[in-house]
């Protein structure tokens, strides 16, 4: 068994600690020590003819020493003692002790903690304070020949408290400076945490964007594939067809998902599970475009996408060389209109269209299907399919257009400029 710990030893991490008065404790401290030394020292300074220390001299080195305890919390009414009472202590003929220690003390604070003008008010009031008490004694300092009535003793006095306040100064600028590095870096810790929660938010949406695009068109086309096979049941090579259209949509569906989730998990490219896909591109829309005739619904290429079905080299490279976040975007345009096409609009024929042009590629798809009847169907004002639409053109700096077509049935326009896309590479790429 462990023995008890023996209480006489000190716990671990707090050997030779020494306690520190900090705060008012510490200026009380400092003015009880004050007091002592000053009453000590002024009691062995007397000399024959002095002016006996009981009471009236006594009481001034109370008020003033007993005032620093407060010295920080209130600095201007602590200089303010400490400025009246050396030019009533000295001149009235008191022994010569450390009294004007307390002046300086609370000028060094008072420079410190207010601002300039009130330490050097004070500097122009003890001089003041000294000659005025010595003009009125008689203008030769009462005997004393330490009395400061002339320059030379004004300039001394001045010269140690200018210093004083220098020091003071300079101290004050120190900690200011201290304050304001700290405030630097909280601030700065602030804005990295905002940058943090802001990046998250935007990988939420970015995540949820795919998986409601991937999810959305593939199973829209499997539910097609399924109710068709259903249908044709008696039709053996028909429902084959349709059972092998859905077989190869759940594996695109699987593919996807496969690609999203792999970068929550950060999956490595060296395990079993092999490297996550690369997401889909411009240059793949054909994939997507025969699967949806898999599904019955006619398509009809346009633009570049037509160089595509007709195996053009050229076009087929133009749409790959797009930078990735334009070509994802593209993609899940295009993708999200077929959905809302195969689900809401009834539709029995669809146009898409890619071109791509000088610093910008423009994205439209029309249907043929019930039009503006069908809007309220289509996500609705509050939906997602033509929102998230909206968001994808957004993120790489374009605009999208959903709505009625001019023919009739809806519409889908995108414009995705070549040169916004730079913003969205650190998100878009990842995925």
């Given amino acids: 068994m462990t023995a008890p710990p023996d209480p006489r030893r000190r716990p671990p991490g707090r050997a030779g600690r020494v306690w520190w008065p900090r705060g008012r404790a510490a200026d009380a401290v400092l003015a009880a020590a004050v007091l002592v030394v000053t009453v000590a020292m002024s009691v062995m300074a007397a000399k024959p003819g002095d002016r006996p220390l009981w009471p009236g001299g006594l009481v001034l080195i109370t008020v003033a020493v007993a005032a620093l305890a407060w010295r920080r919390r209130y600095p201007a009414v602590v200089l303010a003692v400490a400025v009246a009472v050396p030019p009533l202590y000295y001149p009235l003929g008191y022994p010569d002790g450390p009294v004007a220690v307390v002046l300086w003390v609370a000028l060094f604070t008072a420079a410190v903690e207010c601002r300039l003008v009130v330490s050097l008010g004070a500097v122009i009031a003890v001089n003041a304070g000294f000659l005025a008490v010595s003009e009125a004694r008689g203008g030769g300092g009462g005997g004393d020949p330490d009395a400061i009535v002339d320059a ?55 995540i949820a964007r795919e998986l409601h695009d991937v999810l959305a068109h ?48 950060q999956v490595d490219a060296e395990e079993p599970g092999g490297p996550v896909a690369p997401p889909p591109t ?73 071109r791509r042009l000088p610093g910008e590629v423009i994205v439209r798809v029309d249907d043929d299907g019930t039009g503006p009847a069908a809007a309220a169907g289509r996500d609705g004002p509050h939906g997602n399919g033509v929102r998230g639409m909206r968001e994808r053109a957004a993120s790489v700096g374009g605009e999208l257009t959903a709505g009625p077509g001019p023919a009739g049935g809806f519409r889908v326009w995108a414009r995705l400029p070549l040169d916004g896309a730079g913003g969205a590479n650190e998100l878009e790429e990842s995925a």
């Fill in 152 to 206: 030379r003793g004004v300039a001394s006095l001045s010269m140690g408290l200018l210093v004083t306040v220098a020091v003071g100064q300079y101290v004050r600028s120190r900690r200011d400076r201290a304050e304001a590095a700290e405030r630097r870096a909280a601030a700065a810790e602030r804005d990295r945490e905002e940058e943090a929660r802001r990046r998250a938010v935007a990988e939420r949406l970015r």
């Fill in 218 to 265: 593939q199973i829209s086309l499997i539910n097609v594939q399924a109710g068709a096979a259903l249908h044709r049941r008696d039709d053996a090579d028909r429902a084959y067809a349709a059972l092998e259209a859905i077989k190869a949509a759940s594996k695109e569906t699987l593919r996807e998902l496969r690609g999203v989730l792999g970068v929550l998990r």
């Fill in 282 to 354: 411009l240059a793949r829309v054909g994939e997507l475009l025969e699967r949806t005739t898999a599904a019955g619904l006619s398509v009809r290429r346009a633009g570049d996408l037509a160089g595509v079905m007709a195996g053009g080299e050229a076009a087929v490279e133009r749409l790959a060389g797009l930078p990735a976040p334009v070509g994802l975007a593209g993609y899940r345009i295009v993708q999200e209109a077929l959905t809302n096409a195969v689900r809401h609009s009834g539709a029995a024929a669809v146009t898409v269209e890619v």
